[in-house]
């Protein structure tokens, strides 16, 4: 939920589950708090990331920009 009240039975994790009881392999879950972590690992020179979501979404966008400027 961004500012909304959440919805009974509703999450990244039910999204998630669901999408993998359609067979596709290739979805991971990762917890908000270890997105950063998990990107730096994986993110090289010339990638191009996306975050989509509501809310305070952009706190991560801001913060792997920063933790790879940094690192530069």
């Known amino acids: 939920a961004a500012s909304e009240v959440p919805i009974p039975g509703v999450s990244a ?3 998630f589950e ?4 359609l067979g596709k392999k290739d979805v991971s879950f990762i917890a908000k708090n270890d997105i950063i972590e998990h990107l730096l690992g994986v993110v090289r020179r010339g990638d191009l990331v996306l975050f989509l979501g509501a809310g305070d979404i952009n ?3 801001d913060e792997l920009a920063q933790r790879i400027n940094k690192n530069c």
């Open 18 to 21: 669901g999408i993998k009881a």
């Open 13 to 15: 994790r039910n999204i």
């Open 59 to 61: 706190r991560l966008s």
